[in-house]
């Protein structure tokens, strides 16, 4: 296994997906923008999650440094067809398996690969 540290930036979740979809933490943008867009295609669903206005919630996280939560991860899931699953294996650290991106206790995700051609491969 394999843990790829992302840049604890904001972006992180993101980064993390980005890293195991595209094999690029830099491609970050992209996820975000696309998880955004389903997001709002889907709000119907997704605003019954948010308590503020769900277009400023959406445009707010389209910020590069807007920190991910639970609800861009269900996006995230639906997009690439994968399941997440959320693990404590020890106190404050938790893992996400996306293709599977790790939660540290400071708040920043990673991503752990544990083949190494774990890639979705997206065209």
């Known amino acids: 296994m394999v843990i790829h ?13 980005a890293d195991q979809v595209y094999g690029d933490q830099d491609m970050h943008s992209v996820v975000r923008n696309h998880t955004m867009d389903y997001m709002l295609k889907n709000a119907d669903y997704f ?4 308590t503020e206005d769900f277009e400023q919630y ?19 899931a639906e997009m690439y067809n994968r399941t997440i699953e959320v693990h404590q294996y020890s106190i404050g650290t ?23 051609t774990q890639l979705l491969g997206v065209v």
Not at 47 to 50: A, G, I, L
Not at 58 to 76: C, F, I, P, T, W
């Open 47 to 50: 605003s019954q999650y948010v």
């Open 5 to 17: 540290r992302m840049k604890p930036d904001g972006a992180c979740l993101f980064r993390a997906v």
């Open 58 to 76: 959406v445009n707010r996280k389209r910020n590069d440094h807007s920190y991910g939560n639970n609800l861009e991860m269900q996006a995230m």
């Open 94 to 116: 938790y893992n996400f398996m996306v293709y599977t991106v790790r939660f540290r206790a400071r708040g920043n995700y990673n991503a752990l690969q544990t083949f190494p």
